[in-house]
């Protein structure tokens, strides 16, 4: 898996986020088990219920494509912290896979790598 190149991806699809409420973009780039790489960034809603993150957007690319198969995704974001998927992103996520790795970067291209069953331990799952 290129790491440089998920951070890079998710970098671009970080410009195109829709935030004007909150001001905080954040792309993700999501790696299929076919080497396809699918993108996505938050879209936020006057309603803020209706906003969904930038992970949630590429794994329904990626499935709305036909790939269901998945190893990495990584985020990027407009702070000096690391980037790290919310409770629904992550269940979304591993409802994928749970050895997905999670590529979680910052505005200064920093990164730390977690395997989705640490970030979401003991993940629900039918």
Same mark, same amino acid.
């Given at each position: 898996m290129d790491v440089s190149l998920l951070l890079e991806k998710a970098d671009q699809a970080r410009a195109r986020a829709y935030a004007p409420y909150s001001g905080f973009r954040v792309g993700a780039a999501l790696l299929s088990g076919t080497n396809r790489v699918f993108t996505g960034c938050n879209i936020e809603n006057?309603?803020?219920g209706l906003? !969904?993150?930038a992970e949630?957007? =590429?794994v329904f690319n990626a499935v709305s494509a036909g790939e269901t198969n998945? +190893?990495?995704l990584a985020l990027v974001c407009d702070g000096d912290d690391y980037c790290r998927p919310c409770g629904a992103c992550l269940q979304v996520i591993y409802e994928f896979g749970d050895d997905i +790795? !999670?590529?979680?970067?910052?505005?200064a291209r920093e990164y730390q790598i977690q395997p989705i069953n640490k970030l979401l331990p003991r =993940?629900?799952?039918l």
């Open positions: 006057a309603s803020y906003t !969904v993150c949630r957007v =590429a998945f +190893l990495g +790795l !999670v590529i979680m970067g910052n505005k =993940a629900f799952k």
